[in-house]
Nanobody
Framework: QVRLVESGGGLVQAGGSLRLSCAAS?????????VEWYRQAPGKQRELVASIPSGGSTYYTNSVKGRFTASRDNAENTLYLEMNSLKPEDTAVYYC????????????WGQGTQVTVSS
């Protein structure tokens, strides 16, 4: 059974920082596993925040570039999202995902962790 569990969310003032973690079990972060962070704010669609392939460049959505840093620890099967200079508009439920890019492209999701940034 594959399980992803996010942690590290909470309430923080604007300008503050948080580090989210996503611990995976039942799956190994092989080269064919793509790991990603998503977020969903109230009343809005879920959006991709960062995408980390095993090689190449990490993708960040424009609104978080320069403020967020995503990383993966393949040895520990753990995904991280370091969030700095947080803004109220960063308030959302943050989800991690792991996707097996080999056909037929299986994907797995965590339950999410709430991040609330006060103004």
């Amino acid at each position: 059974q594959v399980r992803l569990v996010e942690s590290g969310g909470g309430l923080v003032q604007a300008g503050g920082s948080l580090r989210l973690s996503c611990a995976a079990s039942g799956i190994t972060f092989r080269a064919y596993i793509l790991v990603e962070w998503y977020r969903q704010a109230p009343g809005k669609q879920r959006e991709l925040v960062a995408s980390i392939p095993s090689g190449g460049s990490t993708y960040y959505t424009n609104s978080v570039k320069g403020r967020f840093t995503a990383s993966r620890d393949n040895a520990e099967n753990t995904l991280y999202l370091e969030m700095n200079s947080l803004k109220p508009e960063d308030t959302a439920v943050y989800y991690c995902s792991a996707k097996d890019v080999r056909p037929p492209w299986k994907e797995y999701w965590g339950q999410g962790t709430q991040v609330t940034v006060s103004s």
